[in-house]
């Protein structure tokens, strides 16, 4: 809302007003974009001092609402309540926020047309990542870690958009490895696990390629086969007015049908943060309705503590014309 | 508290008996350790349900207690209040939270004698990486802040314990520069920051060396000695039963006295993560009290739109036999 990168409170006024009140001044003053900018130092570096103060200086009419985030923790809540005597402080789930959050789930045309350069640049890495692999140039987590890092930086990218997870066969039993990646081995028999986003004027990607290297188990075999035929199933439900939530519940069913569980979401919206909005989870409370202008993972896994894992993540744009998987996330096989 | 490393409920009851939660169940059999485990997906992937079908199974007394995190965002708590009916639902600011809190601040024997593991990986690459920078193997943003990687994960790190700041003269203004790092070119002509932590057996280290290359300016020679200057004195003014705001507030004032500003607090404690208490903020509700076994950041910086940014980050152990400085954090002119 603002261009500031780093810790800063904003605070929009109903009558167009926007007051930034950044820890790092210098940083404001090159980056962002707000009608006033006030150092927290001014206000003792504590936020109910700014607050009342900025209440205060913008003439609120008495018993005026201000809303504050539905991320504020309730101790912190009562605090502001205490603080701004006389207004009306409000904290709701379907506040301010969501309407946020609904707005950013829509991508504009340019946002979509960043996408295209993000999807670009992370699909001319899948390249370069199978062919280094294969090569054997990229020997350990760390090697596939630290070259999607620099390769990235080199085309423009202002970093990755999550910690990469990088998971050689002894680790890719975890949803998310831990540590993140390792100086061990990457890619060797069996299933290793490497998911990645690229963050470029502020948006990230966010795939998931899965290396098998031969001979695999007939488990490894069944779940390769399982998941690339989820993906795809996926795909194939998507569609403008469908229920995110059916989409979720198509892929649950089909992995149930098979005697095995996906432990975790099928995918989520991607952005300026790496989850947003929609998400496809196979959850009552999930009342998403798939839109153009949608941008979304898809991302079905299954993992075993002895066999691996096996995931595979593309993102997905939903526009007037239909599915387009921006991406190029697959299983590659060694 | 468990070992889980990656997303999970837990649950404590007064009887000490402990239930986990996890997403994924394979990682937890594999690392958690808590009486009995639970997969989310028991519940629906609903945090609600399972606390509900959790409470229900622990056969509270009608009205018992139930604390939640006072990191829970307030509609959140209203949605815990109504799942739990009959029983007293809790989130308060000096609760279960600031208990665990005070216990991470002190560290024990064990947790002092990895921190100088830890601070011994971490003067290691420091070496290193003046070494490197002088030779001029190291050239870029990206260069250093890879070989950290690279390195700390070879000496048997976990990963870093936060995203390493590396930015060059054109850059280093801020606090936290933004992006994090970039291609571009480090240590050339000027001010350069570069602030990293290791992260080992889940404790991590925080450092902040500059690197200044001459010729410098008056205003930059003049922030550099001020800033050393700074560092010193708070280190002089640390003792076990000192108020930690007095210490900050010491620096501030020397700061104020020559005509200059932090932007910034002086430090803060580190441990599980890289922000923990004590913290050195020269601010009213900073009520610590600086006592033994607490391991804390001395970090003062200035800087200007123009000059760059110069900033001094060493941790701290206090101990019975006084204040030992475990890193080797320094300005380095070239």
Redesign the interface.
Known sequence: LSGM???ALLFLSSKRKSILVP?????A???ATADSVI???NF???TEKALREIASSLNLAPAAKVEVS??????V?L?YKKELKGLTVV???HGIDARVEHGRAIKDADEIARYRTIAGITNELIDLLEENVRSGLLKTE?DV??FI??EG??RGC??TGF?TLAAGPQRS????A??????GAFATQGLSILDFGL?YEGYTSDVTLTFAREPLSDLQETMLSLVQKAHDLAISTIKKGVKAISVGAAVDDFFRDAGK?M???LGHGIGLEAHEAPSL?N???NTWILAPGMIFTDEPGL???AAGGCRLEDDILLSNSGVEVLTKARIIRL
């Not at 039993?173 to 998310?176: A, D, K, L, W």
């Open positions: 990168p780093s810790d820890w790092d001044l210098t940083m003053k090159v980056m150092p927290f130092n003792n570096r504590q539905r991320r504020t923790p309730y101790p809540f605090t904290c709701r789930k760390t870690a630290l890092e620099a930086r080199k202002e970093g910690g039993f975890g949803i998310h831990f540590p993140p990646y390792t100086a963050q569980t432990p975790h979401n989870r959850r009552d409370d993992y075993d503590e």
